[in-house]
């Protein structure tokens, strides 16, 4: 496979400066990144098919940021205290040379954990690439064990036998930890909660249910699409008892249980429910180099102006931790009452990720 840039940075070793908390005292640590605006899919809760035209404009090549620009604005968040990685999409997958980027910001030095989310379409091609690049982690999209619906939630363009494929790739690849996520939409999905539960009850798979979220203006999000998080522990409860466990760290999105027959592991994104801003540690790197400092932002900071500008990664690193200084963002707390006052323009979720 061939790498996307022509030399690589030589890996060096810079002092760790903690970032200034934001105006809510929330710290930075995660930084997801995305490599491309580009998706194969088009599902309904985040690029639904009726909303694009046919020569909608995504981003050209030049625009998007060379594996070079990603690795730096990396170690350069690195250095500011972020200790987790996730990349995204669109469909990272789509980004040519994806191993190669993988393996250089494997290489950086205070990186802990790095994860890929993907819909798994591509990924059996890429997982063992990707394994041996120093990838840690992969979560992947599953909305629906039945064909029609996922075919429904996939917006016509992907098989869920596409999806299983991936999960054996992926185990195969030595990734036998996977997270699965489903996005619940009432009316659509909802009853295919129990049979996911049962085919990942018994594995080292983390199947997690995800509320639908009015992300971005192009979703049609409607509060009676939303299935609550505590709707869905109570029935799959009733099937197979469940029990809480604690979280990992306070930043963590899902809460977790358990089967107490010992079957393995759940997890619940109640984002809309019981919204969880308050320990959010989470900055995003659009593909064209925004940086966003929330899922619902109407819009971001240019930082592929000054890396282009010739900055010094002393001034990015100021810029960035001014920009988190001044972090007040806790939409999902408010939403009820910025939606009420209007505040409907949020950045698409294809451009930033989930």
Request: glycine share 8%; aromatic share 6%; with cysteine.
């Amino acid at each position: 496979m061939q790498a996307e840039n022509l030399t690589a940075p030589v890996p060096l070793k810079i002092k760790t400066i903690t970032a200034p908390a934001d105006a809510l005292g929330r710290a930075l640590a995660d930084l997801r990144i995305s490599v491309i605006d580009r998706c194969n899919f088009r599902c309904p809760y985040c690029m639904p098919e009726d909303q694009y035209a046919h020569d909608h404009a995504f981003l050209r090549a030049r625009e998007r940021l060379s594996f070079d620009e990603i690795e730096r604005l990396a170690r350069v968040f690195v250095s500011l205290g972020v200790r987790k990685l996730r990349i995204t999409g669109g469909e990272p997958l789509l980004r040519r040379g994806l191993p190669e980027l993988v393996s250089r910001l494997a290489r950086i030095e205070g990186m802990e954990d790095m994860a890929l989310t993907t819909n798994g379409a591509l990924l059996p091609r890429f997982a063992l690439a990707l394994r041996e690049a120093g990838l840690h982690r992969i979560t992947l999209s599953l909305d629906s064990l039945d064909p029609e619906i996922y075919r429904r939630m996939a917006g016509g363009r992907g098989e869920v036998e596409q999806v299983l494929t991936a999960v054996a790739a992926a185990e195969r690849a030595g990734f036998d930890a996977l997270k699965i996520n489903c996005v619940v939409l009432r009316g659509v999905n909802e009853e295919s909660v129990l049979p996911l539960a049962e085919r990942f009850r018994g594995t080292k798979h983390v199947l997690r249910f995800i509320e639908y979220m009015d992300v971005g203006t192009l979703n049609g999000w409607r509060a009676d699409r939303v299935v609550p998080g505590a709707e869905l522990r109570t029935r799959i409860h009733a099937r197979w008892p469940l029990m809480p466990l604690s979280r990992h760290d306070s930043a963590e999105t899902a809460t977790r249980w358990r089967y107490v027959d010992g079957a393995g592991e759940i997890g619940f994104v109640d984002s809309v429910s019981a919204p969880f801003c308050g320990d959010c540690t989470r900055a995003r790197l659009s593909a064209d180099g925004k940086l966003y400092t929330c899922l619902f932002a109407r819009s971001g900071h240019d930082l592929r102006a000054p890396l282009r500008g010739g900055e010094s990664d002393d001034a990015l690193r100021a810029l960035i931790a001014g920009i988190w200084s001044l972090r007040g963002d806790r939409y999902s707390e408010r939403r009820a009452e910025l939606r009420a006052a209007g505040v409907l323009e949020h950045v698409e979720m294809y451009k930033v990720g989930g």
